[in-house]
């Protein structure tokens, strides 16, 4: 049976890729990181997502409508960067449907933080 293939599009197999930032492994930057939040949000983790969400912007638990009929079609990495080794961004679109309506983009410029040796999704800018 082939290795199931991760949401966030690397053509990595999910245990490979995002599959290890999820078992709790340290995520190595920010855009691992982002790849690893974008696949929770395919899988509906809800734990994972709170876990790597900032402390000062992190959303209380069960308000994130995971299962609000949202289907994540496609990530694209449009560009990623470090500021200094504590700081970095990411600018992202994914694509996705929610019930019958036709597919549409949310267009993203992340920033992530690094706190006692792990990255945290700390916010976002849509565009």
Known sequence: MPARACP????????AC????HAGDAA???????????SAYVLG?????LASWHPDTRPAP?????????RWLQLKILGHGEETPERAWVEFSAAFK???????RLHEHSLF???NGRWFYHSGRFS
């Open 8 to 15: 966030c599009d690397t053509g990595k197999a999910y245990a």
């Open 18 to 21: 995002c599959g290890r930032w």
């Open 28 to 38: 190595p930057d920010a855009l691992a990181l982002m790849r690893s939040r974008y």
């Open 45 to 49: 983790d809800e734990d994972y997502l």
């Open 62 to 70: 069960g308000t994130l409508e995971l299962n609000d009929g949202t």
């Open 98 to 104: 929610q019930g019958g309506a036709s597919a549409q």
């Open 113 to 115: 933080l690094k706190q």
